[in-house]
């Protein structure tokens, strides 16, 4: 993975098989982001999303493998109890542009992913809603 930082905008390339949850993080924490959004696309040949059953407060996973495109990753950067927290979801399509997606669990590049990290100034913590079953904002 490589980055340049511009002001409060990252832009960075997470190489082939490297992880991107995991990049992200690195480039939080080596950046100190406590607020920001995320947006990329790429490719991806493993990667898992979740989908939450609100009646259940549950996440399912579903995992894939084999070629796909990027065509969504969006999400934020932000800490719960102080500490780095993203919520990032992502949208891939196969080769019959059959699309599938949810909250990214894991996706590891298969060629490259290119990814732009807008900072914005100030924090939102989270806490987690016994209601909602779920880690949400706290202003």
């Known amino acids: 993975m490589e980055y ?44 898992t999303v979740g989908v939450f059953k609100t009646e259940e407060k549950k996440y399912y996973a579903n995992e894939f493998s084999g070629n796909f495109e990027i065509v969504s990753l969006t ?33 590891v590049v298969s060629a490259t992913c290119e990814m732009v990290i807008n900072i914005i100034d100030g924090r939102v913590d989270r806490y987690f809603d016994e209601e909602i079953g779920l880690n949400l904002f706290q202003f």
Not at 18 to 39: F, Q
């Open 4 to 47: 340049r930082r511009s002001g409060n905008t990252i832009v960075a390339r997470i190489d082939k098989g490297e992880e991107i949850l995991e990049s992200i993080k690195e480039i939080a924490l080596k950046e100190d982001i406590k607020l920001a959004n995320v947006n990329a696309l790429g490719a991806t040949n493993d990667f």
């Open 75 to 107: 999400g934020t950067i932000n800490t719960m109890n102080d500490a780095f927290y993203t919520h990032i979801h992502m949208s891939a399509g196969n080769d019959k542009g059959e699309v599938f997606g949810g909250h990214l669990n894991r996706a």
